[in-house]
């Protein structure tokens, strides 16, 4: 996109003013050469969000943002019920709650040293990933509607992990207000054999080394120091997941006449947060965030099962785990008031400040860790939360990477198998099921994560405070 | 992008892949009676199905969708699924379509390599068939969340046929 053709606030924030059907303004948060590398369709989503009612102070895009299914990815827009506001089953996206979570591992990059073929192998074995795997799980209707109201919580009952984990994930590791009997019986039916699996397309596991820091002080808090190796886990709610954002926004574009909503764009649909349906689609999400977190709990089960087969020495607890496609009902202050807020964030990540009271108590000060998944073969980023983002972008950041070029354009430009051994040849271990799969999320294929974290950190959303690279990646 | 010709069709399965150095934007490059392509999107894929009726169109999109996750002559046509949709539009019943074969395909870990489509109306009746995934054979490379409203397009060209078309997220 031009950056000329911006209002230009502040070094790293661009303003689409209001115009049209806009109700607010949009703000993009990037750098200059982040603006320019954007796609034009980028600009047009965050102007259709701007549009859709009970929609409050503007329609965000973080420095990562991407042309997306209505909002962009990387959109960020809250909502007022009682101003007749919305929620929309495009603006939280397919995979709802697709996530990352970190585990520190207590091992030094020494302690790694020729083991890390067996670990890898050790890995690939124990985590279910690419199309058509299936879990060790079969859930029946019983223990699917615990599962769906419980979340991590229950995965951690049913002796996936240990009670310590659930201070480190969002909302506890239970998200509140999920709604089991709004979930279909074909959401249940695609998540009958897919708990504890990986899943496929940009999902992975990765053992990383921390390589950098760049704030000490909250590295310690985080438990992080330069030369750790630690684990991150990249997935989301599976096929529940897709299955209720599938039906969601059919039934939401349908109905959008009736509650005389006005759709730029089908993939908006979305239905007021007072109507039966936006109740039934907030239950069932929270639902389907609650299959997220248990699944990444799961993961984080067999995580530990595989690294004690390998390293047994290795002691894996959360640093944290956050979710990237929610609508989270959040209180914010807008000019001098609170306000209960329903808050979309369609690939970007929460970033609450210091003294944010859902933090942990070990967050406190520092505010809460943005765990930055980069790509395959590529650094992935740990950030914290800036206070200012609250007023910036309602506690937002961005996510990861974004696409530099389609899957096609991957997949002519590299083969798998080529890739694969490059990627040895740098000390970093591969193991997929997939070729192509390797060549689609090629490192080449994505933007350089580390212009979209000092974006974000030139904004005010969050800052850097450590850098991860990759040693051993499992990709679905 | 990828085209499949009128060697697409059910009755003989894609024999060749083109894959040409340049992608095309919003106007299909129909080169046959029937046939299938992918266009580009940022993140994700767009396919494109066309046929000299809907339902022949639907055909071709429902093979471009599985051409996403494997090479759709590949798959052998040993067992068949019944699919039933129904919506007020074409669109609609388009996403509908690509949704329920998803769904099928994710249920019963299968793969489609054949399509035929009927369509009266706002319902559609389709017998899909495959065979269950074989990692080795198949090698399938993604696998398909859902299809989407994106780029969603079904429409007859200046010629009479019929184009079928939407982004598919991965």
Redesign the interface.
């Known amino acids: 996109m031009d950056p000329a053709s911006f209002e230009r606030r502040s070094d790293c924030e661009w303003e689409v003013p209001p115009q049209g059907g806009m109700r607010v303004p949009g703000i993009i948060y990037a750098d200059r050469a982040l603006i320019e590398a954007m ?1 034009e ?1 980028v600009r047009e989503q965050v102007r259709n969000v701007a549009t859709l009612p009970g929609i409050v102070k503007a329609s965000f895009a973080m420095p990562d943002a ?5 909002f962009p ?1 990387g959109g960020v827009a809250a909502f007022d019920a009682a101003e007749g506001g919305v929620v929309s089953a ?1 603006g939280v996206g ?2 709802i709650s697709c996530g990352v979570r970190t585990l520190l591992t207590g091992l030094r990059r020494n302690d790694l040293q020729g083991h890390e073929q067996r670990l890898a192998d050790a890995l690939f074995a124990a985590i279910p990933a ?3 795997s ?1 879990g060790h799980l079969r859930l029946e209707d019983r223990e699917m509607d615990a599962m769906l109201a419980g979340g991590a919580r229950w995965a951690v009952q049913r002796g996936y992990g240990e009670a310590a984990d659930l201070e480190r994930v969002e909302e506890r590791g239970c998200m509140a207000g999920a709604d089991p009997g709004a979930v279909s019986g ?1 959401a249940r ?2 998540q ?1 054999d ?1 708990m504890g699996t990986l ?3 940009n999902h992975y596991l990765e053992v990383q080394e921390v390589v950098d820091i760049q704030d000490p002080d909250t590295a310690a808090v985080f438990g992080l120091r330069q030369g750790d190796i630690v684990v991150s886990i990249h997935c989301g709610s599976r ?1 529940l997941g ?2 209720i ?2 039906e969601f ?2 039934r939401m ?2 109905a959008a006449p009736d509650h005389g909503i006005d759709l730029p ?3 908006l ?1 979305c239905a007021p947060l007072e109507s039966a349906l936006g109740r039934e689609y907030l239950g069932a999400m929270r639902a389907a965030i609650n299959c997220a977190l248990a699944n990444r709990q799961i993961l984080t089960h067999l995580t530990r099962m595989a690294f004690f087969e390998v390293l047994p020495q290795a002691d894996l607890r959360l640093l944290y785990d956050v979710s990237h496609n929610t609508c989270k009902e959040e209180p914010h202050e807008v000019e001098g008031r609170t306000r209960r807020l329903f808050v979309h964030r369609k690939g970007a990540t929460r970033a609450f400040g210091p003294g944010h009271p859902d933090l942990p108590e070990v967050f406190r000060d520092t505010g809460q860790p943005v765990l930055i998944g980069g790509s395959m073969g590529t650094a992935s980023w740990i950030l914290v939360g800036e206070a200012g983002s609250e007023q910036r972008s309602f506690a937002s950041a961005c996510h990861g990477a ?2 530099a070029m ?4 991957a997949a ?1 430009r590299w083969k798998g198998r080529q890739l694969v051994d490059e990627l040895a040849g740098r000390g970093i271990l591969i193991r997929s ?5 390797v060549a ?1 999320e090629a490192p080449g294929a994505y933007k350089d994560v580390g212009a979209v974290v000092e974006a974000a950190r030139c904004a005010g959303l969050a800052r850097p405070v450590a850098r991860l690279e990759p040693v051993v990646c499992i990709k679905g | 992008m990828v085209v499949g010709g009128l060697f697409a069709s059910l009755a003989q399965p894609a024999a060749v892949f083109l894959a040409l150095g340049q992608q095309t934007g919003d106007s299909p490059v129909i080169r046959s009676a029937a046939g299938w392509e992918h266009f580009p999107h940022e993140a994700d894929i767009g396919v494109r199905g066309w046929g000299a009726t809907l339902a022949e169109a639907f055909e071709q999109a429902a093979l471009a969708m599985m051409a996403v996750i494997t090479d759709p002559q590949g798959v052998e046509p040993r067992q068949a699924v019944d699919i039933d949709c129904r919506a007020p539009d074409p669109e609609l019943l388009l996403v509908d379509w690509l949704n329920a074969l998803v769904y099928e395909m994710a249920t019963r870990h299968l793969l489609f390599g054949r399509f035929e489509v009927a369509i009266e109306g706002e319902r559609l009746h389709a017998v899909a068939r495959g065979e269950p995934v074989d990692p080795v054979r198949h090698r399938p490379r993604v696998e398909v969340k859902g299809a989407t409203y994106t780029q969603l397009k079904v429409a007859r060209t200046g010629d009479g046929r019929w184009v079928a078309q939407c982004v598919v997220d991965v």
């Open positions: 796609d369709k991407h042309w997306g299914y209505g990815i495009g397919f995979d690419g199309v058509g299936t074909r039916q695609r009958r897919e899943g496929s397309g096929g897709h299955q954002g599938t926004l059919k574009a349908l764009d089908r993939e649909a974004g696409r389609s899957r096609h354009q002519r099921v997939s070729s192509r799969g689609e």
